[in-house]
C-alpha cells in the first residue's frame, strides 16, 4: 500500500514537471496546474507516511502558488508543511512555518484564517515552550482585534495570561488581564469581567501591590451587577483579611470554591497567597497566634517549623 501511494506521488511530480516546460505554443508554465498535481503528491506521500517528502511536496505546492500570485493556496501549502514537520517532532521548525502561513494570510485580507493559524501553533508548542506560546497568542490575538473581534481576541489573550502566570511573568499578567477585562467590558460579557477582577485581585497581591489590587476591585463596581456579588463580596472580604494581616481569613477566601475552581493557574496563586510577614497562610497555620497578630512579633522560639516561610 506504502508502495503504491509512493509511485502515485512521484507520477504526480512527473505532472507537475509537466505543467512548468514551455514550448513554442506554451509560453508561460502551468504554476496552477503544478500547484495541483504537488498538493496531490503531497498527499500520496503523507499517506504512505514519508512525511519529509510530503512537507516538501507542500513547499513546492506553496512556492508554485506564490508564483501564481494565489497568496490564500499558498499560506495552506506553508501551513500543511508546517504539519508534515509536527508529525516528524520538529515543532519549532514547524511554527515557523505556520507563522509565514499566517503572514500570508493576512496579506491576502483572510485574517480570521491567520488567528486560527497562529492560535493552533500556540497549541502545538505549549507542551514544549511556554515562551513562544505566549508569543502566538498574543500575535493571535492582535490579528483578531484589528478585525474587531473581541470575543476571540479575549480568549487567546487569556490563554497568554495564564501562560504569563505560570511563567511567573506577573507584572506582563497584570497587564494581559487588564487588556481581557476591557474587552470583555467592551462586548459587555459582564460575568466574565468580574473573574478576571478576581484573577487581577490575585496577581497584584503576589506582585505585592496591594492598592493595584484593590483599585481593580474598586473600578469594579462600575460594571452592572458586580456589586454584591459573590465575586465581588469575596474580594472585598479578601483584601479587608489581607490588609489586616488576617492569615485565616485569607485562607478561608483562597480555600473557597469560588477560587479553588477557577483555571488551574489562577487556583493555584490563591491557594499559596501569603500574608505579608506572616508564617503561613494555610488553615492549620494561623491558631499558632492570635488573629492579627501574625505579621508583628517574630517567630515564637517553639514554631521552628515555619520559621523562614514565605512571605
Not at 493559524?117 to 483578531?144: N, T
Not at 477566601?253 to 503561613?280: E, Q, T
Request: glycine share 6%; charged share 30%.
Amino acid at each position: 500500500m506504502a508502495a503504491q501511494k509512493i509511485n502515485e506521488a512521484h507520477d504526480h511530480i512527473a505532472k507537475a514537471e509537466k505543467c512548468l516546460k514551455t514550448s513554442m505554443t506554451k509560453w508561460k508554465p502551468d504554476y496552477d496546474g503544478a500547484a495541483s498535481e504537488m498538493a496531490k503528491a503531497a498527499v500520496a506521500f503523507k499517506n504512505a507516511k514519508q512525511f519529509e517528502q510530503a512537507k516538501d511536496a507542500y513547499l513546492m505546492e506553496a512556492e508554485y502558488h506564490t508564483e501564481n500570485k494565489a497568496l490564500f493556496h499558498a499560506a495552506k501549502a506553508y501551513e500543511q508543511a508546517g504539519m508534515m514537520l509536527k508529525d516528524m517532532k520538529k515543532m519549532p521548525e514547524a511554527i515557523q512555518l505556520i507563522e509565514k502561513a499566517s503572514i500570508m494570510y493576512v496579506e491576502n485580507g483572510t485574517s480570521g484564517t491567520a488567528g486560527i493559524a497562529l492560535d493552533r501553533a500556540g497549541k502545538l508548542i505549549e507542551p514544549i515552550d511556554l515562551e513562544k506560546a505566549v508569543d502566538l497568542y498574543q500575535k493571535a490575538a492582535s490579528v483578531f482585534e484589528n478585525e474587531d473581534r473581541l470575543r476571540e481576541a479575549a480568549e487567546l489573550l487569556g490563554k497568554a495570561s495564564r501562560l504569563l502566570v505560570r511563567l511567573r511573568r506577573l507584572d506582563e499578567a497584570a497587564v494581559s488581564l487588564q487588556k481581557e477585562k476591557n474587552m470583555y467590558k467592551e462586548i459587555e460579557n459582564y460575568p466574565t469581567c468580574f473573574k478576571k477582577t478576581i484573577a487581577q485581585v490575585l496577581v497584584h497581591l503576589h506582585r505585592g501591590d496591594f492598592v493595584a489590587a484593590d483599585k481593580c476591585v474598586r473600578e469594579s463596581y462600575s460594571l452592572p451587577g458586580f456589586s454584591g456579588s459573590e465575586d465581588c463580596v469575596s474580594m472585598e472580604t479578601l483584601l479587608a483579611a489581607f490588609d489586616e494581616q488576617d492569615e485565616d481569613g485569607v485562607s478561608r477566601v483562597c480555600n473557597s470554591p469560588l477560587l479553588k475552581y477557577m483555571d488551574n493557574d489562577y487556583a493555584k496563586l490563591a491557594i499559596s497567597l501569603k500574608v505579608p510577614g506572616g508564617g503561613g497562610g494555610k488553615k492549620k497555620k494561623p491558631p499558632v497566634a492570635p488573629q492579627g497578630d501574625s505579621a508583628g512579633p517574630p517567630p515564637a522560639e517553639e514554631d521552628d517549623d515555619y520559621e523562614g516561610g514565605l512571605c
